[in-house]
């Protein structure tokens, strides 16, 4: 079925995203620069990145979306065939979609171009999916919405740019104090303050400490989804498509 070769095609090219961002995250292509603070005497981290994220990745994550967005809309042409009949007319065939409303319900005509050559109860059960239904803002949480939202951003406006972030901070104290501990997590830039801490000496007059910055490749600030985790929103699309949309529907194809 084109539906499933469609959606495994585009789990191959996020797999290989995935080990490709792995790849580049395991070479530590972010520092963590500390100097004094002159005026407070706090210890500054400073983020200092020796590689960019790869150009490609923004093609990659494109390609991706497209092709999960394309299984559904394979998905609702194949139920309606298997429901109509083939071929199928050439209003219906034009007007073929798999339907993503968040924000408002849809106007019922709108639903019957897209869906009404499919039978009723697999029409019952795409309409329970709507995003909309979650209220809002919760629908701009829906994994559908997500996808529909990043997949027609990427076709119609631009890439989707990723940007490095930072999970947390992870200090390894060997002698002295730390306190006053300040710190984010997201998205990060070369030359951005990641990190301020004091650092006070022991009896000994001893301190010292190691400074880490895990991370991830997120989307950046222009994404509907700005600062979520590439690979995971990804994984939570597949996930929504795989249990809610794939499972009860494949059942009208046999």
């Known amino acids: 079925m084109s539906f499933q070769a469609k959606f495994h095609h585009a789990m191959q090219q996020m797999k290989a995203l995935e080990a490709d961002m792995d790849a580049w995250i395991a070479t530590d292509p972010y520092t963590v620069d500390v100097h004094v603070d002159a005026q407070t005497g706090e210890r500054v981290g400073i983020a200092m990145l020796r590689e960019q994220p790869k ?12 092709g999960f967005r394309s299984s559904l809309d394979h998905l609702a042409f194949e139920l309606a065939e298997h429901h109509t ?10 007007n073929s979609e798999f339907p993503i409303y968040g924000l408002t319900a ?16 697999a029409q019952a059960i795409i309409e ?19 996808l529909d939202r990043l997949c027609n951003l990427d076709k119609h406006r631009t890439l989707h740019v990723v940007v490095p972030a930072k999970k947390g901070i992870s200090l390894n104290l060997i002698s002295g104090a730390i306190g006053n501990v300040q710190y984010s997590s997201g998205p990060v ?21 190691q400074l880490k910055l895990p991370y991830f490749v997120s989307f950046s600030e222009d994404s509907p989804a700005f600062g979520e985790p590439v690979i995971r929103t990804l994984g939570e699309i597949t996930t929504r498509i795989v249990v809610d949309v794939f499972g009860p529907l494949a059942a009208f194809l046999r």
């Open 106 to 121: 849809p106007d019922p005509h709108l639903i019957t171009k897209k869906i009404g050559a499919i039978d009723p109860a």
């Open 189 to 209: 830039d070369h030359g951005a303050e990641v990190i301020r801490f004091s650092l006070t000496p022991d009896a000994e007059g001893n301190m010292e400490m």
């Open 55 to 66: 150009a490609q990745w923004a093609l990659d994550i494109g390609d991706c979306l497209y």
């Open 128 to 146: 329970a999916l709507q995003p909309h239904h979650r209220g809002n803002p919760a629908f701009e949480k829906d994994p559908l919405w997500i």
């Open 85 to 94: 009949g083939t071929p199928l007319p050439t209003d219906i065939a034009k």
